[in-house]
């Protein structure tokens, strides 16, 4: 097996998914006690468990107020205005659950674009950094290279960010 077929070395990779997974664990730790509340609602209101004790709990309701189950007194009478005050109510609180778990992950995701873009911009830096030097030791060796001198010095080039920044947003279609 060559070398250029070869998997990434076992230590690195699991460095890697180490690294992530110490900062997905702090990330979680750092959570107010409101996240970790508000996160715990949502992950149980999302769950089948939640969806049968709430199709239970209507179908219980609807039928004992439409007298069909006589072991309890109708109280709610048809159009069951009581259940729909407390489902209305659930749904605000629950909405509101959600609105801030889905807050704490957007701001988690955008930690982690903030933390990818730096990677990649140290990266491009240290890639042209490359390119300069092997340009340098093949012109010093003579060495006849099988890359166009425009190509390579398009790539040479450092990126200019804000310049970049700029092209994408001009290209980026317009919200509604």
């Given at each position: ?35 970790r509340v508000s996160d715990g609602i949502t992950r149980v209101a999302a769950s089948g468990a939640s ?59 955008n930690l982690r674009a903030n933390l990818n873009l730096q990677i ?57």
């Amino acid at each position: 097996m060559s070398a250029e077929s070869e998997p990434l070395s076992g230590s690195a990779v699991e460095e890697n998914v180490e690294a992530i997974k110490k900062w997905d664990e702090a990330l979680l730790e750092k959570r107010s006690h409101a996240q970790r509340v508000s996160d715990g609602i949502t992950r149980v209101a999302a769950s089948g468990a939640s969806l049968l004790a709430h199709a239970v709990w209507f179908m219980g309701w609807i039928l004992i107020n439409t007298g069909v189950l006589p072991i309890i007194e109708p109280f709610d009478p048809f159009p069951f205005e009581v259940l729909t005050m407390i489902v209305s109510l659930e749904a605000i609180f629950l909405a509101m659950f959600v609105l801030a778990s889905q807050n704490r992950l957007a701001k988690q995701s955008n930690l982690r674009a903030n933390l990818n873009l730096q990677i990649d911009l140290l990266a491009e830096r240290e890639m042209t950094t490359m390119l300069q030097l092997l340009r340098d030791m093949s012109t010093h060796l003579q060495v006849k290279t099988s890359v166009e001198k425009e190509h390579l010095d398009e790539l040479i080039e450092e990126t200019d960010v804000q310049e970049l920044a700029s092209q994408v947003d001009k290209d980026e279609p317009a919200q509604p």
